[in-house]
């Protein structure tokens, strides 16, 4: 069973950083595609960025790349989110999802192909 917890989120200026964490509490987490997706006000949710169990194949948002930086560590259960060069338009609350497959590929970008989520966290950036 998949359990996952977010953490990191809060309040940073645009331009400022945040680090997301997503961890499992199970034991077989390494074996899962994570995703990272966020919501705003009024908005549906949308992908922000993937990683393949093992961390070789990973994808992002065309709206974050090369300002976010997804990784994983398997010895500690956990996935990160690194988050730079923030901006208001980034402000939401992000949630972590993962699954064991996908129909195609290690991860998905669609919110209905992952089966476990985290409650969520929070960010907001100030202009």
């Known amino acids: 069973q998949v359990q996952l917890g977010e953490s990191g989120g809060g309040l940073v200026q645009a331009g400022g950083s945040l680090r997301l964490s997503c961890a499992d509490s199970?034991?077989?987490?390494?074996?899962?595609?994570v995703g990272w997706f966020r919501q705003a006000p009024g908005k549906e949710r949308e992908f922000v960025a993937a990683i393949s169990w093992s961390g070789g194949d990973k994808d992002y948002a065309d709206s974050v790349k090369g300002r976010f930086t997804i990784s994983r560590d398997n010895a500690k259960n956990t996935v990160y989110l690194q988050m730079n060069s923030l901006k208001p338009a980034d402000t939401a609350v992000y949630s972590c999802?993962?699954?064991?497959?996908?129909?195609?590929?290690?991860?998905?970008?669609?919110?209905?192909?992952?089966?476990?989520w985290g409650q969520g966290t929070q960010v907001t950036v100030s202009s």
């Open positions: 199970g034991r077989t987490f390494s074996e899962y595609g």
């Open positions: 999802a993962a699954d064991r497959t996908f129909f195609s590929g290690p991860y998905s970008y669609n919110v209905d192909d992952y089966h476990y």
